[in-house]
């Protein structure tokens, strides 16, 4: 089959937009979770996220909504639990990422006459987006570009500075709680392409390329969610050539993309201190 022949099949249709609606919501809370420092929890967002899908299954209800809706009572507690006990924010993070994904085994295994296979949802399977989940992402994104463009000038404060932000009467724990139900919801509409395992590849590796070359958070935004595009559409043809997974395929041309930047930077950077002569 020939690449017009493929364009024109439902399936990728579908996983091309989807491609598309999830570099929007990476771009933007990608930018935040890295200004932020929030990697680690943002990963234990990610992996909580599984005892949503489980539930689903074992409710029979679908499910992007409901692990949306787990999800972000998960980023709630973690949130709470974090603010209150600051000094235990690692092992929180920890036993409510063990606990979320030990809760999704669970209900799968519980879920009569119906047993899941674990690798579409921990490694994402993009090419099997259905159109009503097409819808449910499409809403995701609208709901997080149109928060962050309405608190913009807060989340930049709070971002960049957070106890100026505190002294200006901006909810610094309002917008943090909101930024987790954020990271909550990306990490859903993520489940799809890159599975829970992979996410915080997708919401790291743009944010890092773009940084080298934006000067704003709205830049950064940008040209993370443009990265964050090329990996998805890139994976997805280095899939399709070689037959192999589309969520490993995409992370791995995210890997390979940005190894290769930090490789030739750093080699132009040896080879100019090479070159220069010594004063």
Known sequence: MNLADLLHQTFMQHALIASLLVSITCGVIGALVVVNRLIFMAGGIAHTAYGGVGLAFFLGAPVLPTAGLFTAGAAVILGTLTQTKRERTDTLIGVIWAAGMAFGIIMINL?????????????????????????????????????????????????????????????????????????????????????LILVIALLTLPP???????????????????????????????????????????????CAIYLMFITGQTGWQWLRAQTQTPA
Not at 216 to 221: E, F, T
Not at 236 to 247: I, T
Request: charged letters at 10%.
């Open 208 to 254: 890092y390329l773009a940084e080298r070359h934006t000067k704003s958070l709205v830049g950064l935004m940008v040209a993370s969610g443009v990265w964050s595009l090329v990996f998805c559409v890139g994976g997805l043809a280095v899939a399709y050539q070689f037959d192999l997974s589309s969520g490993a395929s995409i992370i791995a041309t995210a």
């Open 111 to 195: 879920t009569p006459g119906y047993n899941v296979g674990l690798m579409s949802y921990l490694f994402g399977s993009i090419l099997t987006v259905p159109a009503h989940d097409l819808w449910v992402m499409l809403g995701i994104d609208v709901v997080i570009v149109g928060l962050t463009l309405f608190f913009y000038r807060d989340i930049l404060s709070f971002s960049f500075d957070p106890d100026f932000a505190r002294s200006r009467g901006i909810p610094v724990r309002w917008l943090y709680f909101m930024l987790l139900i954020m990271v909550a919801e990306a990490v859903v509409m993520m489940i799809q392409v890159v599975g």
